[in-house]
């Protein structure tokens, strides 16, 4: 069958293909626009008359369709910046192996790309209105009514998205409300339809909506071209895995950076910071890294220290007292280079020009922390290397090691250029920094009424360019269709050769990510670079992680932190979390305590608020503290797993948490739940997400699954069901699914360091057959992944017929903890033991020792002894002792 179809038509646009031609990998045609054709909204502009579409069939799950300009002279997202691996395995001969037909009209114009597996048009434009003009373009493809769609970003609100949404897309700093356009631009969806999974992603950096009605989807963007990737799926898994396969594989994370990182907007001085560290330790609360925010600039200038506050030669040495500690120290770093000259990184970026430039050519002024800034251009060929050497003079300073990119939207405190006619009243060159119990944005607005005047002076002809600055269509920024300068840079500033910000705002923190980490590869050369920032676009996670930004101690907003997560996922930027307790805001101690278990299963975990809030470690309250060491000690045992998700997700593309739908889309009932996900497919978490609840309702789905304090089976059955679970102060309800061999570590030390070197635990839930799996990963966790080598170890774990085998690569032999020491059964009734069973290890390493087999848990009861050191506690049966060495195959068996 043929890969694409022919169809005649009537639909609503102008267009008609022309000089038609295909190949088995190929499709290219022009798109004229008919003589006759009434133009539906004149009022954005005139329609292009001539197009040209190229279809590519990639993959045999990914095909690619572009419709641009004539001449190809259209504004596109350079190759270099975002880059695609577009190796295509299809080759002559091939075409019955796709997954999909690519099906036109050609008068009216429009396409389908139709689903071979369940012959659905997963995407299809035929009689929908399609428009091409310079700045406004729309295009429609049809939905079936109920549909299911998740992704596009970066916005707070349900996971699933709501049918009547006007989703913006375009970079933009601000708090976190539901329903804004945030940080993040992610032109990507997945849709679930029939239990089948699709993905389709737009490449284009312009601003855009993205319309969702009950049936039909539609984007209206405002510049560049339309370049969509389509991918068949099936399984949700699927989609993620072929779309990182696109973008590129999540980079692989340092191990510390899975431990608990503290941090606030506050820590002024050395001896603040010293406190919560030794505060820590007093309460036995691992602690991994500590985070300085701009407190320890000097008057907010990047790349310096405080000599009153953060003398450099001081903060070295507390440093160096981390390091000796097995713990990190991660500092913040703006993009905005304070404008004073004999400031070097000014200076020398005058010197070779590498501000982006406003329209006059001058360089673009703005107003962030330290006062007026200017921005590094990182299009200019020069800019890399000005960063990284200005990255090395400061880190040579002080052993940081790891960095955090902020504010890089551009976030700006005024609206464009500092000249604009919107900025009188605030020019002058002070610092700004939030007082009293101020937001920032209430700080903005205080200090220059932004959002009062700018709306009734846009329309100056004389102040803007109504091109650029003002578009002839509005895309909703900030919920208020506000202009694409507010609050950031001037859209008819431009960049190296010429490239208008208009074009290329959204790419900006991402190309921040790549300079900054390929300039710690550069210094580092052999070590993992860890690099957290706030704005991110397609392709972003294969160089840092994620925050989801300013959110607020309210419990909508940790409510909301699960949908983040999880569209992070789909957006292949999986080392993401959300501010533990909430950014703004006092944190009351309920949430905290809620927080803290719910944060304690982020994939990324860091506490963190803003200056002049209250403090909210914790310590903050015995109680607190009390309840978030439980789950923090939780996290750390559970870390091998972690570790292991994370390097599948960076070799093979896999999200590391998911949704509850994603372990059977075919199960309706899953389809909308959010605040419930799995880490991997074997960690149930269903978190307290209302003040003052001691019971809360979740979904636990088919199988056998086990509860992760008492080990005891918990619900079996053939289909999920809706369960009440009893959720005291204390505990969030976390379940293991049968089947599942869970790599824990043995003990939990003060940090990662400690709790490696005590082995590796193995935690079998067992399915109703008796048998399980699951995996385990292991390296210095340091080393740039790409020098590993043979240095690692990669084994399966396997049970059935009363046998655990341990199979795989065994490469990592350094003494880290690469020993299994621990063996726990969850639900040992299913055993059948008596006091006949025998435990028989046989292990190509000579150094195990004889086991020894012994009781696990805290205020347990022993139940029943069997044998010799052999205990029954509640549902556990533990072996201990081990020391088996993970160089090479072993077997417990049992009869």
Known sequence: ?????????????????????????????????????????????????????????????????????????????????????????????????????????????????????????????????????????????????????????????????????????????????????????????????????????????????????????????????????????????????????????????????????????????????????????????????????????????????????????????????????????????????????????????????????????????????????????????????????????????????????????????????????????????????????????????????????????IDSDEIINLDVNNPPYSINNGGTESPLFTRTSPMDAFHHTGIKEYDAHNLFGHMEAIATFRALSSIRPNQRPFILSRSTFPSSGKYAAHWLGDNSSEWDDLIYSISGILSFQLFGIPMVGADICGFNGKCKEDIAIRWFQLGSFYPFCRNHNAINMPGQECYMTKKVERISKIWIHARYQLLPYWYTIFYFSSTKGLPVTMPLWFLDPNVQDTWDIDRQYLIGESILVTPVLESESTKVTGYIPAGRWYDFISGKIFYEGDQGKLIELDAPIEIIPIHIRGGSIIPMHCQVGLQIYECRKSGIKLQIALDPEGKAKGNLYLDDGETLFEKVGNNYTLVSFTVENKKLKVEGTFGYRDGQGAFVDEIVFLGSKELNLNEKTKFIVSSSSSSSSSPSLVTDGIEVQLEKVIAENVVVETDNLVIKGLGIELTGEFTVSWE
């Not at 068949?232 to 990182?261: K, R």
């Not at 990255?391 to 902020?406: A, E, R, Y």
Request: net charge negative; charged share 25%.
């Open 1 to 457: 069958m043929s890969s694409h179809e022919i169809k005649e038509g009537s639909g609503q646009n102008g267009y008609q293909l022309k000089d038609i031609k295909s190949s088995d990998t190929h499709f290219t045609a022009s798109l004229n626009l008919l003589p006759d054709h009434h133009d539906p909204i004149p009022e954005y502009g005139t329609e292009l008359k001539n197009l040209k579409i190229k279809v590519e069939y990639q993959t045999a799950n990914r095909i690619r369709v572009r419709i641009s300009d004539l001449k190809e002279e259209r504004w596109r997202v350079p190759k270099d910046v975002v880059k695609l691996n577009e190796n295509t395995t299809i080759k002559k001969g091939m075409k019955t192996n796709f997954d999909y037909e690519f099906g036109y009209e050609s008068n009216p114009f429009g396409f389908y790309i139709k689903r071979k597996g369940d012959n659905e048009r997963i995407f299809d434009i035929t009689n929908q209105r399609f428009i091409f003009k310079n700045q406004y373009i729309e295009i429609s493809t049809k939905l079936p009514s109920q549909s299911n769609i998740y992704g596009f970003g970066e916005t707070v609100g349900s996971f699933k998205r709501s049918v009547g949404s006007r989703m913006t897309i375009w970079a933009r700093d601000a708090q976190c409300h539901e329903g804004e356009n945030l940080y993040g631009s992610h032109p990507y969806y997945v849709e679930l339809r029939n239990g089948k999974a699709h993905g389709v992603f737009l490449l284009n950096s312009n601003g855009m909506d993205v319309i969702y009605e009950e049936e039909k989807l539609t984007y209206k963007v405002i510049g560049g071209i339309l370049d969509f990737y389509i991918f068949t799926g099936p399984s949700p898994i699927d989609v993620v895995q072929q779309y990182t396969e696109l973008i590129g594989n999540p980079y692989f994370i340092p191990y510390w950076s899975l431990g608990y990182h503290q941090c606030r907007w506050g820590y002024d001085t050395i001896p603040k910071v010293e406190d919560t560290v030794k505060r820590h330790k007093e309460a036995n609360i691992p602690m991994d890294a500590v985070w300085i925010d701009i407190d320890y600039m000097d008057l907010y200038k990047p790349f310096t220290f405080s000599p009153s506050h953060f003398p450099p030669d001081q903060f070295a040495k507390f440093a160096e007292s981390l390091h000796q500690n097995n713990q990190r120290l991660v500092a913040i770093v703006d993009p905005g280079i304070k404008v004073l000259k004999g400031f070097e990184p000014y200076d020398e970026g005058r010197e070779k020009n590498l501000f982006i430039k406003r329209a006059d050519g001058e360089d673009f002024v703005g107003k962030v922390w330290p006062g007026t800034t200017v921005f590094p251009d990182w299009f200019h060929p020069e800019s890399q290397e000005y960063w990284k050497e200005n990255i090395l003079k400061w880190i040579n300073q002080v052993p940081i090691d790891g960095i955090w990119i902020d504010m890089n939207e551009i976030a700006n405190f005024v609206n464009g250029d500092l000249s604009h006619e919107t900025n009188i009243g605030c020019r002058d060159d002070k610092i700004m920094i939030p007082s009293d119990f101020q937001t920032v944005t209430d700080m903005v607005v205080d200090e220059s009424d932004i959002a009062e005047d700018l709306d009734n002076k």
